[in-house]
């Protein structure tokens, strides 16, 4: 899956990209949230293919799971020390 989502700092400056093409996947996944569907997205570009998006898709999704939140205005407490 991963095999199709290329980083190069010549291409797009280094953007997680569809297979080395000037194909972001930020692109890709900003179409799918705005309600673009996989039929429209391969007819607007002819050289992806399904399995692009869904690793456009699953590279988000994977990205999303490592990054840890929190959530804006909440306090959190040092163990160690007790402060704020």
Do not use: N, W
């Not at 953007?15 to 890709?28: D, F, N, T, W």
């Not at 399904?50 to 490592?66: F, P, S």
């Amino acid at each position: 899956m991963f095999d199709r989502i290329t980083f190069d700092v010549k291409i797009m400056g280094g953007r997680a990209c569809i297979r080395g093409m000037r194909i972001p996947v930020s692109l890709i996944v900003g179409q799918m949230a705005h309600g673009a569907s996989f039929e429209e997205i391969l007819e607007g570009y002819p050289d992806l293919e399904r399995e692009d998006i869904q690793a456009a898709l699953e590279t988000v999704e994977d990205t999303r799971c490592r990054v840890r939140h929190f959530p804006i205005g909440v306090e959190t407490r040092d163990e160690r020390s007790g402060e704020i």
